[in-house]
């Protein structure tokens, strides 16, 4: 167990439907990372946030957003959603932004069916 | 940016034998190293890294090779066991942060008992 935790587990909705992914990260961790894996294209990072402020974008759409809440938990929007976006959405945590002995510390993964 | 390429996608072994999984990376920069197990319905677990001032470091059955000429490194499982079966990720990341990682495709490996 990471420490790390995600919810919900599972998740089936329709096209054109938003959804929120919830992450909580490690006890004392400031860092919190969105990842989305999907068959074809791995695992790919999202967005970061650290101690509540957004701190660097990957490949992460318009029709995504986060957010980091002052208790530091992360969620996840995706709206507008399309069968492509059906992926596993991993969230993680590490303690600080960089540095070179953090480690990723990665959740259970929510799974996204868009149908 | 940094490219990762992971190889093998699959590989079978039989207990006892050892595993190999290779992957290359095209960022000179790259500094850190990371190896991730993931079992299925769990998220990625940090299972060994190596950092490029270190040729290879080992952790019980586990054991990383980097060569930084050839922007290679590699995993070693010796003596496997079926708890070994999951799948394998590498990575590699430029600088000190980790918004700044890459990750390969996986190799999903399995151990026959």
């Known amino acids: 167990d990471s420490g790390v935790t995600q919810t919900p587990k599972h998740l089936i909705t329709a096209t054109g439907q938003r959804v929120t992914l919830r992450c909580s990260p490690r006890?004392?961790?400031?860092?919190v990372y969105w990842y989305q894996q999907s068959l074809d294209q791995g695992l790919q990072f999202l967005i970061q946030y650290y101690n509540g402020e957004e701190r660097a974008k990957g490949n992460i759409l318009e029709r995504f957003s986060a957010q980091q809440f002052p208790d530091l938990h992360s969620e996840l929007n995706l709206s507008s959603l399309e069968l492509g976006d059906s992926a596993l959405y991993f969230c993680?945590?590490?303690?600080?932004?960089?540095?070179?002995?953090?480690?990723?510390?990665f959740g259970p993964g929510t799974r996204l069916t868009v149908l | 940016g940094e490219n990762v390429e992971q190889h093998p996608s699959t590989l079978s072994v039989q207990e006892g034998d050892s595993a190999v999984i290779k992957c290359t990376y095209s960022d000179s920069a790259s500094n850190y190293f990371p190896w991730y197990k993931q079992e299925l319905g769990k998220g990625p677990q940090l299972i060994i890294d190596?950092?490029?001032?270190?040729g290879e470091k080992k952790d019980q059955r586990i054991a990383v090779t980097l060569n930084k000429t050839a922007k290679h490194f590699s995993l070693h499982i010796t003596e496997t066991q079926p708890e070994d079966s999951a799948v394998y990720f590498c990575a590699a990341r430029r600088g000190s942060f980790n918004n700044d990682m890459r990750f390969g495709a996986g190799t999903r490996l399995t151990v026959k008992p």
């Open positions: 006890s004392g961790d400031l860092s």
């Open positions: 190596i950092r490029s001032n270190v």
């Open positions: 993680a945590s590490s303690p600080r932004t960089s540095g070179s002995s953090d480690t990723q510390y």
